[in-house]
């Protein structure tokens, strides 16, 4: 996807997002809804036009965003181990 802001520079940034819930694996490329696709984020520098005016030329400040610049495999967790601690087992 394309991200546009007229008050940034660069205006246009591309960034990336997850087609599939789940993630390709094994030999055929299916789907395994066992993991989760879930993206990766890079922080960028960009430069944010302020309302200010100088020698008749805009105004920019230096800003970090984050972009999402992949997606990666998480395994998904079982809706039972979310509960409990595994240290207050010991």
Same mark, same amino acid.
């Given at each position: 996807?394309?991200?546009?802001? @007229?008050?940034?520079? @660069?205006?246009?940034? @591309? !960034?990336?997002?997850?087609?599939?819930?789940?993630?390709?694996?094994?030999?055929?490329?299916? /789907?395994?809804?066992?993991? #989760?696709?879930?993206?990766?984020?890079?922080?960028?520098?960009?430069? #944010? #036009?302020?309302?200010?005016?100088?020698?008749? #030329?805009?105004?920019?400040? !230096?800003?970090?965003?984050?972009?999402?610049?992949?997606?990666?495999?998480?395994? /998904?967790?079982?809706?039972?181990?979310?509960?409990?601690?595994?240290?207050?087992?010991?």
């Amino acid at each position: 996807r394309i991200s546009y802001d @007229p008050t940034r520079y @660069p205006k246009y940034i @591309p !960034e990336a997002y997850c087609l599939c819930r789940g993630c390709l694996t094994g030999a055929f490329g299916e /789907e395994n809804l066992r993991f #989760r696709s879930t993206p990766v984020y890079m922080p960028t520098v960009i430069l #944010r #036009r302020t309302a200010a005016c100088a020698g008749g #030329r805009y105004v920019y400040t !230096e800003d970090y965003v984050t972009v999402a610049v992949g997606c990666t495999c998480v395994p /998904e967790q079982d809706k039972e181990a979310e509960g409990t601690n595994s240290s207050m087992d010991k």
